[in-house]
């Protein structure tokens, strides 16, 4: 099964930016450009919260609409690597950070890509927290 592990989380200034990394491992049946990746996050007491999707080849991406305009997902399929970059950072952005991949047969639907459920693999999390 694919592994995922984030990386590139701390503390940052409001205002400050940072940018998240996340790597998949162990794809011996598949290939990382087959899977739809994203980013969710989860604040204490909180759900976890869909933040960016992006498509195959990283030719369509969507937001959430509070981070739209200051995140950015990527990915480097041949490195088997997806990004965000966070700029513009708010306390609200305080959270636990988490990649994940969808199933390879996935459609790229908006509807439907902001439920966890609709992912088979997740990273362990990585910690952003924001300081006022």
């Known amino acids: 099964q694919v592994q995922l592990v984030e990386s590139g989380g701390g503390l940052v200034q409001a205002g400050g930016s940072l940018s998240l990394s996340c790597a998949a491992s162990?794809?011996?049946?598949?290939?990382?450009?087959?899977?739809?990746m994203a980013w969710f996050r989860q604040a204490p007491g909180k759900e976890r919260e869909f933040v960016a999707v992006?498509?195959?080849?990283?030719?369509?991406?969507y937001y959430t609409g509070s981070v739209k305009g200051r995140f950015t997902i990527s990915r480097d399929n041949t490195k088997n690597t997806v990004d965000l970059q966070m700029n513009s950072l708010t306390a609200d952005d305080t959270a636990v950070y988490y990649c994940?991949?969808?199933?390879?047969?996935?459609?790229?639907?908006?509807?439907?890509?902001?439920?966890?459920?609709?992912?088979?693999?997740w990273g362990q999390g990585t910690q952003v927290t924001v300081s006022s």
């Open positions: 994940a991949a969808a199933h390879q047969s996935h459609e790229f639907d908006t509807d439907t890509l902001l439920r966890p459920s609709e992912y088979i693999t």
């Open positions: 162990r794809l011996t049946f598949t290939t990382f450009s087959s899977h739809i």
């Open positions: 992006i498509s195959w080849l990283g030719g369509s991406t």
